[in-house]
């Protein structure tokens, strides 16, 4: 099939994975997928057939108008694209998180995978906490197994309770003994609307650490400090909300109140992968 052809002899292949939904928050896992697939102009390889995983009352189509005045109609879906790197080449895939037929979809998915024979999966997910936003982004990474998370300078999964998707795909893809972790970005509760790209910005640096391949963040950086100041300033119009960032700070710098070696050390290693960056395409 045309579409495994294209996951075949891949350079140095890495999966990176994230679905819109309940581990999506502030959409920033999926900006991730998102910001690379545009950067890279990645080429689609397959989409999976929405009519066997979605609920289209849950997952709407949308209509949209072209650029030629015709009218569009776009049916959920997750893809599968292929990015080229300088250095390597990335399989992404994303889309929201399927309705129906968790282990069809999974199965359909690790399939793809066994072809592509990745260095590393990689699930990318977001959640809502008490983290202010005026801090830098916790982003939690684990490994699915304690080789791997020695390896990487990550925790061994321990997470026990429900899961989405990202947990059904990760032990799938254990079974087969594909290296797989998780990084999972923290963002605030009381700003929970999309986007946040702060969010994605920090998920985008601990994936380039991960992967120790520079990743271009483009105007995310621009983007992220616009995105603090308007919370700031909606956060000074109300005197509760104020204190309650206040305390939130308060707690997080007592907890964390200087940068840690590790996070220095990578954010030195980021800079001069970057500076050494050659064309993002090849």
């Given at each position: ?164 998707i990202h947990g059904v795909l990760?032990?799938?893809c254990a079974v087969i003994g ?105």
């Amino acid at each position: 099939m045309s579409e495994l052809k294209s996951l075949k002899n891949l350079r140095r292949p890495a999966v990176v994975a994230a679905f819109g939904g309940w581990g999506d928050a502030g959409d920033a896992a999926s900006g991730v997928i998102d910001h690379l697939a545009a950067l890279t102009s990645a080429k689609l390889a397959f989409a999976i057939d929405p009519d066997d995983y979605y609920d289209f009352q849950v997952n709407r189509p949308t209509v949209s108008t072209t650029s030629g005045g015709e009218r569009s109609l776009q049916w959920p879906t997750t893809e599968v694209l292929v990015a080229h790197l300088a250095e390597r080449d990335l399989v992404l895939i994303g889309g929201p998180e399927p309705n129906f037929h968790w282990r069809g979809f999974s199965t359909a998915l690790v399939s793809a995978m066994r072809t592509v024979k990745p260095e590393i999966v990689v699930m990318l997910g977001s959640m809502l906490t008490d983290a202010p936003h005026s801090r830098p982004v916790p982003v939690h990474g684990s490994a699915a197994t304690p080789a791997l998370a020695e390896t990487l300078g990550l925790e061994v999964s321990s997470y026990e309770g429900p899961t989405g998707i990202h947990g059904v795909l990760a032990a799938d893809c254990a079974v087969i003994g594909l290296p797989t972790a998780s990084l999972w970005a923290s963002v605030p509760h009381y700003v929970a609307e999309p986007p946040n790209p702060k969010a994605t910005l920090a998920l985008l640096d601990r994936l380039e650490d991960l992967l120790d391949t520079p990743l271009d963040p483009g105007d995310l950086p621009e983007q992220a400090v616009q995105w603090e100041t308007q919370v700031n300033d909606l956060a000074a119009e109300d005197s509760d909300i104020s204190a309650y960032i206040s305390a939130l700070e308060e707690r997080r710098d007592e907890n964390q109140p200087e940068p840690q070696g590790d996070a220095i050390a990578a954010e030195i290693q980021r800079y001069l992968r970057r500076r050494n960056q050659g064309p993002s395409q090849r």
